[in-house]
């Protein structure tokens, strides 16, 4: 089985599928064998009457994966909704067993594996009795958390950070998307989250970056 990291998000539009393909990329450029997963996708696109996971698609397209992007998911959806309310408009009863046995199969192609999730931490999948931190916590993976760096970050991730911690999930870092390096709000971003959670920033991503700026051993590390 590979070694994981499940990537989270202090809400839904912070950047996890962006940031996700970073890592897989900057991953696959030191030579790591990683693969990529996304447990249930709702907002995908269409042509003609196929769905296309736009997540998986991105992530592929940037990291070079060479695998089909529905190859990557278990459940699809077109409507943009939580995975819950989606599944119910389409008629789709969502099966954790499915989710895990995918999982399974697709880590025993790789060395390493990253699982994006949907939404934020407590996006519910099953109506109000399966919540993607229960996912995590089935599939026994430590997670990174993916915030905005501007206004409002300190807020979002204090709380991400407090719900993740008390679920008994390990956070083994954040990733500040938008980053502005020269924004004085987002350098202080930066240190207040560190401060208040005594959690590492371990990386930054500025608007329209295309790399992750990021050593292999850190990095690597997210995965132990």
Do not use: W
């Not at 999930?169 to 401060?195: A, C, P, Q, R, T």
């Amino acid at each position: 089985m590979a070694k994981s990291l499940f990537v989270t998000a202090t809400g839904t539009d912070i950047g996890k599928t962006y940031v996700s393909g970073l890592i897989v990329k900057k991953m696959r450029e030191y030579d790591l064998n990683c693969g990529y997963y996304k447990p249930v996708l709702s907002g995908a696109g269409k042509i003609g009457n196929k769905l296309v996971p736009g997540d998986c698609v991105h992530v592929v397209k940037t990291s070079g994966l060479d695998v089909d992007p529905m190859a990557c998911l278990s459940y699809c959806f077109e409507e943009a909704v939580s995975p819950h309310l989606a599944s119910k408009r389409a008629g789709v009863n969502i099966s954790i067993d499915k989710i895990k046995s995918d999982y399974k199969s697709l880590s025993y192609n790789y060395d390493y594996m990253l699982t994006e999730g949907a939404g934020g931490i407590t996006c519910p999948i099953i109506e109000d009795k399966y919540l993607m931190s229960d996912l995590i916590k089935d599939l026994g993976l430590n997670v990174v958390i993916v915030a905005d760096g501007g206004l409002g970050t300190i807020n979002s991730v204090l709380t991400t950070v407090e719900y993740i911690q008390n679920r008994g999930i390990s956070i083994k870092g954040i990733i500040l998307n938008n980053y502005d390096k020269d924004s004085f709000m987002h350098k202080d971003n930066f240190e207040m989250v560190e401060k208040m959670t005594g959690i590492k920033v371990v990386g930054v991503v500025a608007t329209n970056d295309v790399d992750l700026n990021i050593s292999k051993t850190v990095l690597e590390g997210l995965f132990e």
